[in-house]
Each structure stands twice: as C-alpha cells, then as structure tokens.
C-alpha cells in the first residue's frame, strides 16, 4: 500500500515537473537568441530541436527556402510589423 502512494506521488511530482517546463518552453524567442549564426535568417540548424518552431518551420517558410527571414518568423510570433521590408 506504501508503494502504492509512493508511485501515485512520484507520478504526481513528475506531472508537476512536466507542466512547469512546458511553461518554460512558451516563453517568446527573440528573431536573434534563434538566429544564432546572425546571418539574419534562422536555419533549421539555428532552432534548437525542442524548440516548437523546430516542428512548425515548414509552416512558417512561406517561401520554401528552408530558413525563416525577420517577416516570416514574425508570422509565428505574431507580430505584424511591415515597415522594414527588407528584400
Ligand atoms: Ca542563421
Ligand atoms: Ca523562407
């Protein structure tokens, strides 16, 4: 019976623990903390592999050239900023 509340707690603990970390990993990245190379464009290889837009980088290349420019990632952070149209 011991055991049995042990496991249910350690389970609960480790939910706990789970949650808390996907919390972290909401947290907004910068356009630079992901361009880590500052070539101003994010690689596949600039998202690190836990990161959401690692999953959802096909999404967001609109223009299917395998890296994010400024105006594509801020279609995944939201922003919609089109004063610095860079080409
Ligand atoms: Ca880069
Ligand atoms: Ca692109």
Redesign the pocket.
Known sequence: MNKLTLTVASLIASIGLAGSAFAAGEQKVTFEQL?????????R??VPADHELARLFDSYDMDGDN?LSMVEFRNYTGESETEEAEE
């Open positions: 361009d880590t190379n500052a070539d101003g464009f994010i690689d290889s600039d890296r």
